[in-house]
Nanobody
Framework: QVQLVESGGGLVQPGGSLRLSCAAS????????MGWYRQAPGKQRELVAT???????NYADSVKGRFTISNDDAKNTVSLQMNTLKREDTAVYFC?????????????????WGQGTQVTVSS
């Protein structure tokens, strides 16, 4: 099983910056990707950015040029540097990981989620 713990959320003014971090712990064979999703009130959860074990990166169009995702394989962490924040970036941000773990009789490939961290952009 994989546990994900996010940190770094908070209140920031429009145009400001925040850095989110997510640490993975537990037991796994491999982590295929890690990333960030967000959910604003009344809206569906949406992809923000993901990074694969081969460092392949994908961003939502709405955050390209403003957000940067990075990972540290040695520390099993993924970070999201958010710059030039806008009010519409306000949401709960969730860390997600796709991992291969051992299960009865073989292996299992599953997605894991963190509890989420609130990001509020407001003046």
């Amino acid at each position: 099983q994989v546990q994900l713990v996010e940190s770094g959320g908070g209140l920031v003014q429009p145009g400001g910056s925040l850095r989110l971090s997510c640490a993975a712990s537990g037991r796994w064979i491999s982590i295929n990707y890690m990333g960030w999703y967000r959910q604003a009130p009344g809206k569906q959860r949406e992809l923000v950015a993901t990074i694969t074990s081969g460092s392949r990166i994908n961003y939502a169009d709405s955050v390209k040029g403003r957000f940067t995702i990075s990972n540290d394989d040695a520390k099993n962490t993924v970070s999201l540097q958010m710059n030039t924040l806008k009010r519409e970036d306000t949401a709960v941000y969730f860390c997600k990981a796709g991992a291969v773990t051992r299960s009865y009789g073989g292996v299992s490939v599953d997605d894991y989620w963190g509890q989420g961290t609130q990001v509020t952009v407001s003046s």
